[in-house]
């Protein structure tokens, strides 16, 4: 099956712009297959602004996020990889969804090593997702 990534990418960007809050997008800004403002980079990551009014030509295509904004005054055609989202949200209350590192794994299986750690990272999360409250007679 294909990616549900992109299809996600868009209903939250329909949703978070249906209720008049600003689409925030955190890039992995680590690839080589995209075309983002450098000097804005932090950590390998850069958050970009996908509201309406911020951007031009925004295409939400399967493949990739492409659109025309302006940085420091400059106009620039900015592209990256869908897999390259690590979250969208809104600005205004964070409401959105972070997607998990599990997904960009399967594109790139270049050993069996990296599978092995997979099923590692899984437990140790289902340990942390279990409630620390207790009920109380």
Not at 35 to 51: A, C, M, R, T
Not at 95 to 100: I, S
Request: aromatic share 8%; charged share 30%.
């Amino acid at each position: 099956m294909t990616s549900n990534r992109p299809y996600l990418i868009r209903a939250l960007y329909d949703w978070i712009c249906d209720n008049q809050l600003t689409p925030y997008v955190l890039v992995d800004a680590t690839g080589d297959d995209l075309n983002i403002p450098h000097e804005f980079v932090e950590d390998g990551k850069i958050v970009l602004n996908l509201s309406p009014s911020a951007v031009r030509d925004l295409e939400l295509s399967n493949d990739y996020i492409n659109f025309k904004a302006r940085f420091s005054g400059k106009s620039m055609n900015v592209y990256f990889p869908n897999h390259a989202v690590q979250a969208i949200y809104a600005k205004e209350n964070g409401r959105g969804m972070v997607f998990p590192e599990e997904e960009v794994e399967p594109t790139d299986e270049p050993s069996s090593d990296s599978q092995t750690q997979k099923p590692v990272k899984k437990k140790e999360e289902k340990k942390k997702d279990r409630s620390h409250l207790t009920v109380i007679k």
